[in-house]
């Protein structure tokens, strides 16, 4: 098992000398963990997020309407198992079932043991969460305009393009020349999977503290963003990493 990546980066300048100005929120984040949730390591925390694919594609073939994959059962046996006081997930691409399940199904029958997010604000411990899960009937440029503005951590499952979106694409490119969509870059047989209108949006509008995602195996890590926003972003695929994500949200007490 790998250890988590702890990131501090939000830490304010004057926590050292003021640290009764916030109350600190430590967070754990993972996605694209595809029945491999056993194997992880996952560190203790106050809020658990799990941005998708905890299922694969697979497990929802052949399947009567009555039925749910025997993954999603162990998913959420498995969050029944973790420590947070919050536990919240939404779903990605390979929970093909949930396309055809309401909210209220999948919460009250399926992930008992969480709170799932489905285009949904929460707020947890004076922070405000928001999931917009993997789209099924519609395209997701219709998802993020009810994203409300200002909100503290926002979850996804897609990636913003150009921020940790890059993906093997064999057919790509040659490694020796530039990328065409982003003209500064040679990634070779790597090319972006990300969400143009998901970055404008949140640039323009929406201006998160932290932005979680997956989807995009190939490029987890963090990022923080170099625009005026400044939003601290995190792919937390785990599929090839095994590696969660922690970070620390420091909630300023003076502006509650």
Not at 63 to 91: A, E, R, T, Y
């Amino acid at each position: 098992m790998t250890s988590s990546k702890i990131i501090d980066i939000l830490k304010p300048r004057d926590y050292d000398t003021n640290p009764e100005k916030y109350k600190k929120v430590s967070i754990v984040v993972v996605s694209d963990t595809h029945k491999n949730h056993e194997k992880l390591s996952i560190p203790d925390g106050d809020i658990f997020l799990h941005c998708g694919d905890f299922t694969n594609r697979h497990d929802w073939l052949n399947l009567s309407p009555d039925q749910i994959p025997q993954s999603v059962i162990d998913f959420n046996q498995w969050l029944g198992k973790l420590s947070h006081s919050h536990k919240l997930v939404i779903c990605g691409n390979h929970e093909l079932g949930f396309g055809k399940l309401s909210h209220e199904e999948i919460q009250s029958k399926y992930l008992t043991n969480c709170k799932y997010l489905k285009d949904e604000l929460i707020q947890i411990e004076d922070i405000s969460i928001y999931g917009c899960p993997w789209p099924f009937t519609e395209h997701y440029r219709t998802k993020w305009p009810l994203i409300p503005s200002h909100t503290d951590i926002l979850m996804t499952h897609v990636p913003p393009q150009f921020i940790l979106d890059l993906a093997y694409q064999p057919k790509a490119l040659s490694s020796t020349e530039p990328c065409s969509m982003c003209n500064n870059t040679v990634h070779g047989c790597y090319g972006h999977w990300g969400s143009a209108s998901l970055i404008k949006e949140i640039r323009q509008r929406i201006q998160p503290r932290v932005h979680c995602f997956g989807h995009v195996h190939d490029d987890p890590g963090h990022k923080y963003d170099q625009d005026d926003t400044g939003t601290l972003f995190i792919n937390a695929a785990t599929d090839l990493s095994n590696r969660p994500f922690k970070f620390n949200f420091y909630v300023d007490l003076n502006k509650h």
